[in-house]
């Protein structure tokens, strides 16, 4: 089945930098690739998606690049925010038989003020 | 829109009882809600997939009569831990995916379960 590889599992970064997370998935037929972003204790929200038929999608100070060819996809956030500290969640959607996402481990993003 | 909520958001109870999670979809119908279960600094982790009106289907290593899951209108599942044990205290969280939408998910607020 599908697996997602997801790194660094921390991230601490000073405010006003970049930060990029990056994701690899297994399975060639997944077409659809949401990134989540969980406050402690909270639910995750969607903050940016991107599908296969895209190579890259941008709002804001958030972009996500998509290479199918190397099967990975990366997070892009520009001029942190200590409120963007969380733990950023991607995923790939599996097609066929039981449709469902297949989350990443996480990674704990710090912004430092 | 979009919004999905969850009760109870906290719950304890004894070793041994059964506790009734509800999922619900506010603003849209849902044919298909999945539950995931998340240990302290862990990823989400997917129990099962709920479809209206069928049988859960449940990830391989989840017990099937332990985690009772009823998805019996559009817009509400529940999921029912059964002789729940300290092990099970857990933060549980549905989604929820729009009819005739195939991949966006739409996330509960969760629930603490703590088993004393």
């Known amino acids: 089945g599908e697996n997602v590889e997801q790194h660094p599992s921390t991230l601490s970064v000073q405010e006003g930098d970049s930060a990029v997370i990056k994701c690899t998935y297994s399975?060639?037929?997944?077409?659809?690739f949401p990134w989540y972003k969980q406050e402690l204790g909270k639910r995750p929200q969607l903050i940016i998606d991107i599908r296969s038929n895209v190579g890259e999608k941008k709002d804001q100070r958030i972009a996500v690049t998509l290479n199918k060819t190397a099967k990975h996809f990366s997070l892009h956030i520009t001029e942190t925010q200590p409120e963007d500290s969380a733990v950023y969640f991607c995923?790939?959607?599996?097609?066929?038989?039981?449709?469902?996402?297949?989350f990443g481990k996480g990674t704990k993003l710090t912004v430092n003020p | 829109g979009a919004v999905v909520s969850q009760h109870p958001s906290w719950v304890i109870c004894k070793s041994g009882t059964s506790v009734k999670i509800e999922c619900r979809s506010l603003?849209?119908?849902?044919?298909?809600m999945f539950w995931y279960r998340q240990f302290p600094k862990q990823s989400l982790m997917l129990m099962a997939t709920?479809?209206?009106?069928?049988?859960?289907?449940?990830e391989q290593g989840v017990e099937k009569d332990k985690f009772l899951i009823n998805h019996a209108s559009l817009t509400l599942s529940t999921l029912t831990v059964t002789s729940a044990h300290p092990e099970d205290s857990s933060f549980y969280i549905c989604?929820?995916?729009?009819?005739?939408?195939?991949?966006?998910?739409?996330f509960g607020p969760g629930t603490r379960l703590l088993v004393l």
């Open positions: 399975d060639s037929a997944s077409n659809y």
């Open positions: 709920s479809n209206e009106g069928s049988k859960a289907t449940y």
């Open positions: 989604s929820a995916r729009e009819t005739g939408r195939q991949e966006t998910q739409y």
């Open positions: 603003d849209f119908q849902a044919t298909t």
């Open positions: 995923a790939a959607f599996v097609q066929g038989g039981s449709e469902k996402l297949v």
